[in-house]
């Protein structure tokens, strides 16, 4: 792995911390198409599912409780709980729960996982200032816009010197978005992407622990407190990002400064979101995709003698355990999501808990799937055949999986994904009440309602 | 500029995270020579002269009406103000009131100024959870050992590329201080070192923004934060630092691990901690101290035709301005501090106010001064000749100026630096009582009547 950066600075960028401050505090409210405006209801409504979904999970109490030390004020809401703490912290919390399944959006140009930072901070800030489902709607819209513009102008050179993307540009959109809601004019959203643009959050080594999520969850308190401080005439640098000694030379030595410019306010960045429906590694979703298929066909597990997968390369080497001892061996298991695709037609959190990955009947269909690479086969395509008992074959071409941006889940199997994080911590009815509301939020006269919704009874 | 960074990542990096978390969780109290606790005393009487001294400025009023909005808790003291605030936030604005005006501490051989994360986030902590000042001095050397040690197998690449390293290593003094404060155990340590390790904050763009004090302050939170989660169980990578996509390699392509691991225990980085007697850039220190020194020598500013200055080329090309408009501007112009060490003996914040810059006295003795450049001259060194008007020549050559290590400030200049910012804001008698406490910190049974001290009347 050797770095490509013997670069010189570049002298001559073009003023970009302007030019998206300029957009940011002047571009027209819901000034896109109805479907980017669809595309923020649906990233909104992806990103609540997956905080509520983790909102018990070890990491947000090990968050909360330090969070506690400092005894915050009850501004705005921990989804998912019932504690309540100031509006930076709740951002911070918030931020680590949506990215703590790895279940939450993808930006697939760059990797980000774009809403936690940007939502975390606005509906924070949003709950506690009063601001209305439209100010949030579009503030969502902008703040993605800035961090995955600057993230395309850096990638991937940013991403493979070890930087974790999404906590690296994220503070930046949470500043952009904190600055929308806040209604600063443009010289002071520069100054609060300038002070966001001093604190990229995460590197890469951390995947696999609670800090994977922190980054997130810190990108989006740091947005939140550039703006904050930016409203009350806090100064910094207004090339903040593109200077020779700038974040963005100093943290990339790929900047392609036109990935920034090029039809901004006409190309919106949020419409290349995604949502994952299997809650694992994107590689291994064609070939669940496939076995739901299977299981849609009638193939019935008890049924299956063998399962044939012909799959790219790149699946056995970042998938190929065979025998996973737990949920989170699991999502390293092509074997094993194939068997709950075909066993529960779904392969979300519950589906790798520890307790379902050492049923009996789990481990017996994983031995069943024979893997073999193909140089035929993209990496997000597969190839499935069901041998059964009675020797019939039943086959299945995946070329795009459901999730990706050729087959964009729906929005009612958007609202399925929602039900199953959140029915476990709400129940269904609240989960119902929480996505219908969701889907009128650009409506809301403020946000304090939905995110009472948001607590468990 | 160009930036050597072509190099190949290193998967052999020997375990650093750990060994410094050992290192931290279970050096001895008082571990160390008598002279290096008389090291931590000067460093800390510095750095709280520093943070009372500009808590008036507006980056502090900007700063805390942000933290405002978050309605802290009054757990600990802004010092120099009446305001209190949760831990954080304190750690936070005093954090940039120490570096406001770039009048604090200087590690020299990286150019980190340790106190300002370290000292910040350890007071804020034992003020509120009553850690002794025994503890505080335990920990302040112990943290900066940590952020410098760092620094020293970072530097000079890391600085280069564009990093502020007083806020890219901070934040690992500041969590190595509060994880020891708290009494953490190895372990616990090394997560909050690698919680840390994945918020470097600062660029050198920010320079002459009220953003470049905002990275001390930020480091010191992000350190004090990330020690109260680890302690609360959050995790992060064990090899959060040294791994091919950890802190370090990510952000540097100089690492000499040798830096953190030589002599650890044994030697410690604050005894190479020095103290600027002057408030500006440390190249015209010795130009200041040399007019200072013909003042003693009984020269008057009303009897001088001229000074001849041979100066390092550096000295013109970073503080050549001849004719400054304001204080700020002062700060760059060697013929202002030749003119304020001649007048007043000193060249403190007072002496780089507007007013003082704009009398018509300085003015005219500032265009007394000839600056000359002399290869034979080192950069810590000057050579300066003050010509009378009844023709008598007066001499002084400076080779290493008051503040740097071969001459160090004493105690009493220390003190006298300290009433000369704490006075304005605490009254003579309460800055004495500030400098005998602090003289005494170890000895301390708790630091909450050291912080009351700290309140203006």
């Known amino acids: 792995?050797?770095?490509?950066?013997?670069?010189?600075?570049?002298?001559?960028?073009?003023?970009?911390?302007?030019?998206?401050?300029?957009?940011?505090?002047?571009?027209?409210?819901?000034?896109?198409?109805?479907?980017?405006?669809?595309?923020?209801?649906?990233?909104?409504?992806?990103?609540?599912?997956?905080?509520?979904?983790?909102?018990?999970?070890?990491?947000?109490?090990?968050?909360?409780?330090?969070?506690?030390?400092?005894?915050?004020?009850?501004?705005?809401?921990?989804?998912?709980?019932?504690?309540?703490?100031?509006?930076?912290?709740?951002?911070?919390?918030?931020?680590?729960?949506?990215?703590?399944?790895d279940f939450d959006d993808t930006h697939l140009k760059t990797i980000i996982h774009p809403a936690g930072p940007v939502a975390s901070a606005l509906l924070a800030l949003a709950e506690h200032t009063g601001a209305s489902g439209r100010q949030l709607v579009d503030a969502l819209v902008l703040g993605i816009d800035v961090s995955c513009r600057v993230g395309n102008a850096m990638y991937p050179e940013h991403y493979d010197r070890g930087w974790h993307i999404t906590g690296s540009t994220g503070m930046l959109g949470a500043a952009a978005g904190c600055a929308r809601l806040l209604g600063l004019d443009a010289q002071r959203t520069a100054m609060a992407l300038g002070i966001a643009a001093s604190q990229p959050v995460g590197m890469r080594e951390q995947f696999g622990t609670m800090t994977k999520p922190f980054h997130p969850g810190s990108a989006a308190r740091a947005g939140l407190m550039a703006a904050l401080m930016a409203r009350h005439g806090y100064t910094a640098s207004g090339r903040a990002l593109e200077a020779p000694r700038g974040m963005m030379q100093t943290v990339s030595t790929k900047n392609d400064w036109r990935e920034i410019t090029d039809e901004l306010g006409q190309r919106f960045e949020i419409t290349f979101n995604s949502y994952k429906p299997f809650a694992c590694g994107i590689v291994i979703h064609p070939s669940i995709d496939a076995c739901v298929q299977l299981r849609e066909q009638g193939v019935k597990p008890e049924d299956v003698e063998r399962i044939e997968l012909k799959v790219h390369s790149l699946v056995l080497e970042l998938t190929g355990k065979k025998e996973p001892a737990d949920g989170l061996q699991a999502k390293f298991s092509v074997y094993h999501g194939c068997a709950a695709g075909l066993t529960f037609g779904r392969a979300a959190e519950d589906e790798f808990s520890d307790e379902v990955v050492n049923r009996a009947d789990m481990v017996a269909l994983r031995r069943k799937v024979v893997a073999t690479v193909d140089d035929a086969i993209d990496e997000a395509s597969v190839d499935v055949t069901a041998v059964l008992a009675d020797g019939r074959r039943v086959h299945v071409f995946v070329e795009h999986a459901i999730g990706s941006l050729q087959r964009p889940m729906s929005d009612a199997q958007l609202e399925a994904k929602f039900h199953g994080l959140a029915d476990p911590v709400l129940g269904p009815p609240a989960a119902a009440r929480v996505i219908e509301t969701c889907w009128n939020v650009a409506g809301a006269p403020e946000l304090r309602s939905l995110a009472a919704l948001c607590v468990p009874g």
Do not use: Y
């Open 1 to 101: 792995m050797a770095r490509n950066t013997q670069v010189p600075a570049d002298h001559n960028a073009p003023p970009v911390t302007q030019t998206l401050a300029t957009f940011v505090a002047t571009h027209p409210s819901r000034g896109w198409s109805d479907a980017v405006d669809h595309d923020a209801h649906r990233t909104f409504l992806n990103w609540l599912g997956c905080a509520v979904g983790a909102a018990r999970h070890e990491a947000a109490d090990a968050a909360l409780a330090a969070v506690r030390m400092l005894d915050p004020a009850p501004q705005a809401t921990v989804l998912g709980r019932k504690e309540r703490v100031d509006m930076a912290s709740a951002s911070l919390v918030n931020g680590i729960t949506s990215h703590t399944f």
